[in-house]
């Protein structure tokens, strides 16, 4: 591989891309005379070519004086030909043309009414923007803590309500007498039922006491009073007791 004739062919703009493309190749794998025998397969496939292409671009660089094409026999017959750059030659195509913005033109900002010049600092300035007035003392006024507590606690009361807390003997036995059943015995039956297992139904826990006990009445029908008159004195009893605040429930 040649360094200086690899640096060469770059530097030098040739018919076309392909046709780079192969010189390429070839000063890759030429020595400091510029001779090389790569196969057109070779030469194809590092250049992303057909082989067709490859042989056409071979013989067009030749036809220029590019390069000479010396055929080449093995002991086998026929091997990849010998190719000999003209270095005279491609020495005397013209230069790659870079163009440089920064000698012929004026910086693109300048050229133009360009954002970061003119147009948006004045527009910042003008306008009432949040970024000047509005956001900052808003977040100076709002205490985080203020705003995280009230969801919090509503979170909070939520859990609480949700959660189970057992009866006193009193409720069990008020919320029964709504349901007609007025023994007070049959109260605390239920309560010390559910007391001695943890409020547990089933294997769950009780979630709702009220429907435990409307539960426990209907499996226990027999409990129910027979007598609505005795219910319906009953009733009427406990409100005169309450009444005169000598109630034991």
């Known amino acids: 591989m040649s360094f200086s004739i690899s640096a060469l062919v770059w530097s030098k703009e040739f018919h076309s891309a392909n046709a780079k493309f192969v010189m390429l190749k070839l000063a890759d ?22 082989r ?59 050229q133009i009414d360009h954002p970061s010049q003119t147009s948006l600092l004045p527009l910042v300035k003008q306008l009432d923007h949040p970024s000047q007035t509005s956001l900052l003392p808003l977040v100076k006024e709002l205490d985080p803590e203020s705003i995280s507590k009230p969801i919090i606690e509503s979170k909070k009361i939520e859990r609480e309500k949700k959660r189970f807390v057992k009866p006193s003997v009193s409720e069990v036995y008020d919320h029964m007498k709504l349901q007609g059943q007025v023994d007070y015995n049959i109260a605390e039956q239920f309560f010390h039922y559910y007391e001695s297992n943890g409020w547990l139904v089933g294997k769950n826990k009780m979630k709702s006491w009220e429907s435990a006990i409307n539960g426990w009445l209907s499996r226990n029908k027999s409990t129910k009073p027979k007598n609505s008159t005795a219910y319906a004195l009953t009733i009427a009893y406990d409100a005169a007791e309450k009444r005169s605040g000598n109630s034991e429930f």
Do not use: M
């Open 52 to 110: 067709q292409t490859a042989i056409a671009q071979i013989t067009k660089l030749e036809s220029y004086d590019l390069l000479k094409i010396e055929p080449r026999k093995g002991k086998k017959g026929s091997a990849s030909n010998r190719y000999k750059l003209n270095l005279k030659s491609i020495e005397l195509l013209p230069n790659v043309k870079v163009h440089s913005s920064s000698e012929d033109e004026p910086p693109l900002d300048k």
């Open 29 to 50: 794998n030429a020595n400091d005379k510029g001779e090389c025998w790569p196969s057109y397969l070779t030469i194809a496939k590092y250049c992303g070519l057909s």
